[in-house]
C-alpha cells in the first residue's frame, strides 16, 4: 500500500483545485465502498456466486430469470438504503459550493452524493431508486415503493419493470454522455476520485479533459488504469483525501 501523497503533491492539488474555474468531478465505486456497499462483484457472495455478473445485469439474464435478477437488485436498493454519506461525499459536496462551475459525474447507481448535498449529479449508469418497463421504458409510477415487490411488477404493456440501471450491452443515456463529455473538454481540472478506469466510456472522459486542456488529479488508494492520462495521483481513499483539498488550506 502506498505511503500516502507527500505534501507537495498536496499542496499542488490544493493549487489546482483553488484556481480553477470549472472542475468536473467524476467518481466510481470506491467512494460509495467506504460507505459500506459492495462493489458490483465484491457483492456475488454467497448464493449469488453461482451467477455470472452478465447473468445479473443483463436483459437477456432477466428474461430468463427475471425473479433471480429483481431479487439481486432488490438486496443491493436496500444495501444503498442502510448506508449513509462519508467524508468524501461531504467534500465534494463542500467543493461544489466553493466553486459555483463544479460538476459532479457518477458512474454509481446510489444516492449518496444527494443525500451528502450535491446538486445537480449526473448518474451516467442510472439510478438504483428508479425501474422502468423493459418492454415499453413506462417508468414505475406505481402506488408505494417499486422494490417493494418480491418480484418485479408488471406493466399496464404486459412487460416486466426493471432497475433503471445501465446492463451490459446497453448504451448510456446519449444526452447525458454529450453533456458529460462537453464538461470534461471544458474544464479547467478534471478529479477523478475512486474509479479503477476499467468501465468505458467513463473511462474516455480523463482523456477527454487532458485534450481539452484540463489537469488530471487521480484519488485512489492504488494506481490504476486511470494512471495513464493522470497529472498528479494522490494515493488514498476519499475521505481521507478530500478533505484535505477544500479551500481555504489553513
Not at 215 to 231: F, K, L, M, Q
Request: with cysteine; proline share 7%.
Amino acid at each position: 500500500m502506498p505511503a500516502g501523497p507527500t505534501r507537495s503533491e498536496l499542496e499542488r492539488a490544493q493549487d489546482l483545485i483553488a484556481t480553477a474555474k470549472r472542475l468536473v468531478c467524476l467518481t466510481g465505486a470506491g467512494i460509495s465502498a467506504e460507505s459500506g456497499i459492495a462493489t458490483f462483484r465484491d457483492a456475488q457472495s454467497g448464493l449469488w456466486t453461482r451467477f455470472s455478473p452478465e447473468r445479473l445485469a443483463s436483459a437477456a439474464g432477466f428474461r430468463r430469470d427475471p425473479a433471480a435478477v429483481w431479487q439481486w437488485y432488490r438486496s443491493r436498493y436496500e444495501a444503498v438504503c442502510r448506508a449513509q454519506p462519508n467524508r468524501g461525499h461531504q467534500s465534494l459536496t463542500c467543493l461544489q459550493q466553493a466553486i459555483p462551475a463544479c460538476q459532479v459525474i457518477t458512474q454509481n447507481v446510489d444516492d449518496l452524493h444527494e443525500r451528502a448535498g450535491t446538486t445537480a449529479v449526473w448518474h451516467l449508469h442510472g439510478d438504483i431508486a428508479r425501474c422502468h418497463c423493459l418492454t415499453c421504458r413506462r417508468p414505475w409510477t406505481g402506488v408505494g415503493n417499486v422494490w417493494d415487490h418480491d418480484r418485479p411488477p408488471a406493466c399496464a404493456c404486459g412487460g416486466l419493470y426493471r432497475p433503471s440501471v445501465v446492463w451490459f450491452g446497453e448504451t448510456l443515456n446519449m444526452e447525458l454522455w454529450r453533456q458529460s463529455v462537453q464538461a470534461a473538454r471544458q474544464c479547467d481540472v478534471m478529479l477523478v476520485v475512486g474509479t479503477s478506469g476499467l468501465v468505458t466510456p467513463a473511462a474516455d472522459l480523463p482523456c477527454q479533459a487532458q485534450a481539452g486542456g484540463a489537469a488530471v488529479v487521480n484519488v485512489n488508494p492504488e494506481a490504476t488504469e486511470i494512471a495513464r492520462p493522470v497529472d498528479l495521483w494522490l494515493a488514498g481513499s476519499a475521505s481521507e483525501i478530500l478533505p484535505q483539498l477544500l479551500p481555504p488550506y489553513g
